[in-house]
């Protein structure tokens, strides 16, 4: 129960009062659990360094339990197992992590349903989120564990915890409103159990939430309860700066500089009398942040210093150093729309640099994903088509590979939209535009204003394609198989031969430079190398759920014995293939581009 409501000192007095008896009794057992209660309650009240010292000890204690059941003992390893990978994770040693709990995990059905296992998989889960980015299994982990948890005793605090943990998973992956309807459930049920700790949590994931969707007063509000509750809790690991820090960015945000001011002396009080680097860190960050916003010259140069200081850091804390890089990309970005300076702008690239480096680093790749459309959008203005379409490609293959469906749905629209203005920037690299104006039409300040105040990923709701053409050439351009979904055969006569003469243009201009699409008269054209053939597809419309297609159909071609030994006879003997000799490939067209009975995306 104490362990459920976050009492941390109070679990390490009662965890030393048992240990003690225990001793006195000469019983192992109990005083193994006492130090189970005392390692559990150093981690919740933070002490991470204090718990690792105790795990030796413990594990020397398990050795010596006698006369009890295998079971018992086993169980025993188990807890002590999943504490050491729960420390490990939150006291910077997540190499304990996957040490610890694979053996519990691999053999999880010969538990008896209990809460270990549950926090087994919460905790592998958290692991695979934040230092594998590995979001898929990360889901599977959350939903074993809450399928677990609703067969287990006490399960009230369970259930809760792993709503809270799918609100982090689907943050994680850009998808707000998802997050947010599992926080505010999560939070429902922590406040039937009056879970303090956990309810200060959640409604600070909440204020995070409303605060990036835009709703400032709704996120003022959660997150002003959020620390309301924590300043009656001290003995949690989840500190109050956290909040004050987000109340700070969030008036900074909203033009609200009476509450910035008010929130950065409650975190100046706080740094006064709390000595640490996490503080010392957020507190230079919230000050940055305030000079930032001011008219004076003066105070952004030394917001600009601020955050250099910052950024030069030996620190483990990433997350205020992926912000601080950002917010001086703000800053050199606004330098360099004004002086229009070469030097600005490789020191903006610089920092730009940086930051993918660290976000790769750190596995945030929505940060990574959203400062590849920035670098896209700088080169732009510069009249760099081919090197921004390169990196707009880059960021959506990124996105793609780690499952974040919402940015890299974004990304294939912002690449469509740019090649419907391809003609457009051409024309414009003769003129004189001035760069004010190229500025606006790339939408750069609209980027970065989504990065700095992480905002809900936006954008219109995409369409399927409507096919038109299939093809299989060589790699010399040879085509030998095509198919047509289209009725009208002048129409495909002149769009075939129109593709045919381009084709060499495509391969060696286009898609040997890793760009993944182009456009074809009023059509898109997209091609995947499955040497030794090229497979295009030209369709009208939106190219995401195209690419999907394309990509299924790849994968199903090779996996398809009979299809591609064909195919590749086809290729040896220089002849072309007829659908109706082929039924399998036309059943794999069916279902790729007309059935519509596949789920892409």
Not at 79 to 99: C, M, N, P, Q, T
Not at 468 to 489: M, N, Q, R, T, Y
Request: proline share 1%; aromatic share 12%.
């Amino acid at each position: 129960i104490l362990f459920y409501y976050n009492k941390g000192e109070d679990l390490i007095n009662l965890g030393e009062e048992i240990y003690e008896e225990g001793q006195k009794r000469n019983d192992n057992l109990q005083s193994f659990d006492g130090l189970f209660f005392i390692i559990i309650g150093l981690a919740i009240a933070g002490k991470f360094e204090e718990a690792f010292k105790l795990f030796e000890k413990a594990k020397s204690v398990i050795k010596s339990i006698s006369n009890v059941s295998k079971e018992i003992i086993t169980q025993r390893k188990a807890r002590l197992s999943v504490v050491k990978a729960f420390v490990g994770l939150h006291g910077d040693k997540v190499d304990l992590v996957e040490k610890s709990l694979v053996w519990i995990l691999d053999s999880q059905e010969k538990f008896d349903k209990s809460f270990e296992i549950v926090w087994a998989n919460l905790i592998m889960a958290s692991y695979l989120l934040r230092v594998k980015s590995k979001f898929d299994l990360c889901r599977e982990h959350i939903k074993k564990a809450l399928s677990l948890a609703k067969e287990i005793k006490f399960n009230h605090f369970w259930i809760a915890l792993c709503q809270l943990y799918f609100g982090g998973y689907y943050i994680s992956i850009g998808e707000m409103d998802k997050s947010l309807k599992y926080n505010i459930k999560g939070l429902e049920l922590f406040k039937k159990i009056k879970s303090s700790a956990n309810i200060a949590i959640l409604l600070n994931n909440i204020g995070d939430l409303y605060g990036e969707m835009g709703e400032y007063e709704l996120a003022v509000e959660h997150l002003e309860e959020s620390i309301n509750i924590l300043e009656q809790i001290p003995q949690s690991f989840f500190s109050i700066e956290g909040t004050i820090e987000s109340l700070i960015t969030l008036a900074v945000e909203h033009g609200d500089n009476e509450h910035a001011q008010k929130y950065f002396h409650r975190l100046e009080n706080i740094y006064n009398q709390k000595k640490g680097d996490r503080i010392e860190f957020g507190y230079k960050f919230a000050k940055a942040l305030i000079l930032k916003t001011s008219s004076r010259i003066r105070d952004k140069a030394k917001a600009e210093e601020l955050f250099k200081e910052l950024i030069e850091t030996d620190t483990i804390f990433f997350d205020v150093i992926i912000k601080a890089h950002i917010h001086l990309c703000d800053i050199l970005l606004t330098e360099y729309r004004i002086e229009n300076n070469i030097e600005v702008l490789n020191e903006l690239n610089y920092y730009i640099s940086r930051l993918l480096d660290i976000a790769e680093k750190q596995h945030s790749y929505l940060v990574f994903c959203e400062t590849f459309i920035l670098r896209a959008k700088l080169a732009l203005i510069n009249f760099n088509m081919k090197t921004a379409r390169r990196y707009l490609t880059e960021a959506q293959k990124i996105a793609e590979s780690y499952g974040i469906k919402r940015l890299a749905m974004k990304i294939s629209y912002e690449h469509d939209e740019l090649l419907k203005q391809s003609k457009m920037w051409e024309n414009l690299k003769e003129s004189d535009m001035p760069l004010s104006e190229r500025w606006k039409l790339a939408g750069l300040n609209e980027q970065m204003e989504k990065m700095v105040k992480k905002r809900m990923i936006y954008f219109p709701e995409l369409s399927k394609e409507e096919p038109v053409l299939l093809l299989i050439v060589s790699e010399g351009g040879v085509p030998f198989f095509s198919h047509s979904f289209i009725e009208d055969k002048s129409f495909e006569s002149h769009l075939f031969g129109g593709f045919l003469t381009t084709i060499d243009y495509f391969i060696k201009e286009t898609f040997s430079e890793g760009l993944d699409r182009a456009v074809f008269g009023d059509h898109t054209l997209i091609m995947k190398a499955i040497p030794p053939f090229f497979i295009s597809y030209i369709f009208k419309g939106d190219s995401y759920y195209a690419l999907q297609k394309l990509d299924y159909f790849e994968d199903n071609l090779q996996k398809e014995g009979e299809i591609w030994q064909n195919l590749l006879k086809a290729f040896q003997k220089n002849t072309t293939i007829q659908l109706e000799d082929e039924p399998l490939l036309e059943s794999l067209i069916t279902e790729t581009f007309i059935a519509n009975k596949i789920i892409f995306g």
